[in-house]
């Protein structure tokens, strides 16, 4: 007998725990606070991996691959770094059956590894820009850990790059942030807000961090991805010099940008429901699950070389589509388990197609089909399938996308009055628009008080934060407002 899935509106946390838990993408490992990604999860991963990975080599950056570990010198060098970063790092002493001479940190970022090669390889302004991402894992020590969203080990990539110029520098740290927005939405169908982090929340050691924002289901938010301008910031801790067109040695201007295996909880928290996954076309390897209901012997071959014929159609439908992906078919021949368990689960699984054909559909020409999303049985005709099956994933891909964003809009808010926020973020929370007067203490104070924290500040189409009229949210003043979004978050 299967297990129950908790409802969302019951207990949104364990609703998470157990949709990760029972399709089967994640599991707690003996390492407290590290995850194994189960193959059902792992796929999404590779998904996400192959498809960013293009993106990102099409703004010209390339792979390379750097040690795990850093010594303990190197993140010292950059004072905020180290001050940001210490509290969460892994620290190896001893090795080799001794103490070693100097502790080796295992990454919770590269910047600092990555930079010791850059001052290395950099020696001109012909070497400019040099742009580096990376796929690795890292390790943040973390108190609290919940599977993708926050585990003490976890899958990303990480973009490092050197411009001759702070202008230049600045506009790569913002065009991937527009990297990630379309990743997110093209992609994931997690529909985000990009902006800037607050003083406070910035990466530690950048001059300005950009971010993307998701709304989940229980309306709180998720930081899904986050662009660094780090100036000049590592490349004077690491001598990062370059000789410059004006025969003068120079400062490389950097940034770094990076997402991680918590887009996939962020994916899940966005469109999965009671019944399972729901997963968005692009990240699935399977589209379609055909059932052919096997009960009748006499009729078994034909029901199953009917269901076979119809994967093929379907796959070459899927060829000669716009679709950017190959429709995967997977036609489920297992007699030792029953149709109505099998149904249950390629919905817990988050197929988004499921196909059930039986004699008797057979002998009317027909199948039933069902999208992952709606839930809804439709009889189709067996020749029309393939094309229904084609608009039916444009479609999901679409619709899914749309639906957050209308969720979305229904739960942010704009709002003045601190009294107000504070009883609206309990109930019915959601994100809050308001004016703040850009101070670290009326930040620190909301923070303290509702547990509520500057999630970005939106951008004009110059990139600055929109400046906003009206009263901080928290001390009334009038002075150099900038629009703020307040939310609760992962
Ligand atoms: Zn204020």
Redesign the pocket.
Known sequence: MAEKITPRDKDFSQWYQDVVLQARLADYSPVKGCMVIRPNGYSIWEQIHENLDRRIKATGARNAYFPLFIPESFLKKEAEHVEGFAPQCAVVTYAGAKDLEEKLVVRPTSETIINSMFAKWIQSYRDLPMMINQWANVVRWEMRTRLFLRTTEFLWQEGHTCHATADEAEVEARKMLRVYVDFAEEVLAMPVIAGLKSESEKFAGALRTYCIEAMMQDKKALQAGTSHNLSTNFAKAFDTLFLDKDGKQKLVHQTSWGVSTRLIGGMIMTHSDDRGLVLPPRLATTHVVIVPILSNASLKADVLSAAESLAKSIQDAGASSQLPYSVGVLVDQDETKQPGWKFHEYELIGVPIRIELGPRDLEKGQIVMTRRDLGQKEVVLLGEVPQKVVRDLAAMQKELLEKARAFREKNTFAVDDYSDFRKRIEEPGGFFMAA??Q?KS?EAKIKEETKATIRCLPLDPDHQPIAEAGR????S?TDSLVRAIFARSY
Do not use: N, Q
């Open positions: 703040w007067c101070s009326c901080c949210l928290a001390c003043s």
